[in-house]
């Protein structure tokens, strides 16, 4: 199995992104997702709504679908 420094590297030819990362590293991972047009499924918890809400703009703005 390939290991990757950063999850943009992960990315060419996936369609989801499955993120069990922490609070503090998935908002960042979802956002190259986005930009990639790859789905995300998030598993990580404490996030705030803040970020929560962010990542659904993101996805609004992007046209991918309803978000969060």
């Known amino acids: 199995m390939p290991v990757f420094g950063h999850v ?14 922490s609070h503090d590293a998935v908002r960042g991972n ?3 997702a986005i930009e990639r047009s790859v789905s995300v ?4 918890s404490g996030l705030r709504q803040r970020v929560t809400h962010a990542l659904g703009a993101a ?10």
Request: proline residues 3%; hydrophobic residues 50%.
């Open 30 to 32: 979802t956002l190259v």
């Open 8 to 21: 943009a590297e992960a990315l060419d030819g996936v369609d989801v992104l499955v993120d069990y990362t």
């Open 59 to 68: 996805y609004a703005a992007d046209g991918a679908g309803p978000g969060m």
């Open 41 to 44: 499924i998030i598993g990580a």
